[in-house]
């Protein structure tokens, strides 16, 4: 018999965290702050609107790009946050998912051979993702001294003739870390001096704090060479909505369109009248939540540095991302322990790239009280293995 | 000064925006949340209670899980208000009253909304009939009895919270 499966797939690993889920979810009573999703349901009122479209009979498909009125309101969206300009009829994509917007920009844009740069520690699908597309995935480690944000050397370092695309993952899951106007504008130089193209995953920049969110888009000559991917799961706690946006130039977004048609036809359409709600509605419940958010996020980084974990101060998303090298141990054996003794699961650095090993990804997507019992565990483990 | 100052009422409006639903948070907690000294939070809170812009920290209690009986009744309230006085002299003869728990001055058809909780409807009966109807400014009330409380202080008091998220997620 043939083999049934490509060589790409084979060549893919699973991902790091689903090997982490599974011993996780066999220990009974543990308690985690390990969930890269919001603790917050979706605001009623969201959710409302989408029950009453099932009751009008809302319940087909919508254009393959998405609703009109959906459209309309990310573009006014992004230009009153982000100081972004689009046109709803040729440069938005509605999508299932930032996930999904992810694919379908690299499949629409990569050639076999076509290099990636990928700064990790990231998102787990950037890599898989790439190779999907055909494209081979080349990866910049990103470095704790930097506060893990993207230099102009680094990116110089890694480019070669083949380098086509620079993902840019901020504010970043795993590290919470963000780029500024300046930082960002070393990196526009270099992109637009090389010739190349940007996927900007933007999709918790409602949770930036001190500063608002700048998108490398907004850059003189950088939007036709960006694709600027968003969503509602992070900001508006949409996660099992299952909804996203890409946004970008015509030529671009329009083949993406194509992959999205023949694919997925069109991101489900309760999802994306209540999304019309959030973004006509919401801005209260970003407020309300990014506080939430900023309160939990000073707590635990002062509580982790006063336990004796060194954690740089994040300025972006919901996670911290404390080293752990002084405790003697690699990631996994310290997730790994700390699940064992004090059934306390968090999620290993090097789940999001290599270069996350000596770091714990730990979210604050939960309440106080459980971060103060969460805290309480950590500060018992390390004090063991400090003595 | 003027900056110290507007930073000072900037920190009293996060903190009561954290304990308006949490009033157990610690003086060291809200000052590792809000980035401050804890002796900061410690003096705003202290002036704040001086000030009576805080009035007290009562407990959330759903009585209906305890055994204790406990019944609560909404009463809407006409009255004639008085010369030189409007409405604040009877609201005061009515707050005064240990059974009451709230009293609001209204807009619309009827004058104050008065809440008692009694140890049973025989209590809050008598109380209405006896002291709140024969006062002389009072020219009618009208009884509404609580069956059952949904949500309290912006806390919901049904149905259990549970956080149905997978407990490990990229």
Known sequence: MKNPLSKTITQIEPSGIRKFFDIVSEMKDAISLGVGEPDFETP?????????????G??????????????????????????LDYTPAKEVLVTVGGSEAIDIALRAMLDPGDEVLVPQPSYVSYVPCVMLAGGKPVIIELKEEDDFKLTKQEVLAAIT??????????PN??????????????????????????????IYSELTYGSRHVSIAEFPGMKERTIVINGFSKSYAMTGWRLGYAVGPEEIIEHMVKIHQFAIMCAPTTSQYAAVEALRNGDGDLEMMHDAYDGRRRFLVKSLREIGLPCFEPFGAFYVFPCIRKTGMT??????????QEKLAVVPGTAFGSCGE????????????NLKIALERIERFVKNYTK | MEGKKMEREQLKEAILKRIDKNAKLTAKELSLMLGCEEEEVATAVAEMEADSVICGYPTLIDWDKTNRERVTALIEVKVTPQRGQGFDRIAERIYKFDEVESVYLMSGGFDLTVIIDGKSMREVANFVSGKLAPMEAILSTATHFVLKKYKEHGITLVGEVEDERMLITP
């Not at chain 1, 009125?69 to 573009?75: F, G, Q, S």
């Not at chain 1, 003739?161 to 901020?170: A, G, H, Q, R």
């Not at chain 1, 899951?173 to 010739?195: F, H, Y």
């Open chain 1, 58 to 83: 809302k319940t087909h498909y919508t254009s393959n790009a998405g609703l009109k009125e959906l459209k309309e309101e990310i573009c006014s969206y992004l230009k009153r946050r982000f100081c």
């Open chain 1, 331 to 340: 990631s996994e054996q310290f997730a790994n322990e700390l699940l064992a």
């Open chain 1, 161 to 170: 003739e083949k380098t086509k695309v620079l993902i840019m993952p901020f």
């Open chain 1, 173 to 202: 899951n795993p590290t919470g870390s963000i780029m500024t106007r300046e930082e960002l504008a070393e990196i526009v130089k270099v992109v637009q001096e090389k010739d190349l193209f940007v996927i900007s995953d933007e």
């Open chain 1, 44 to 56: 009623w009122h969201i959710r409302e609107e989408g029950i009453y479209s099932l009751e009008k």
């Open chain 1, 358 to 369: 000596g770091f714990l990804r730990i979210s604050y997507a939960y309440s106080i009280e």
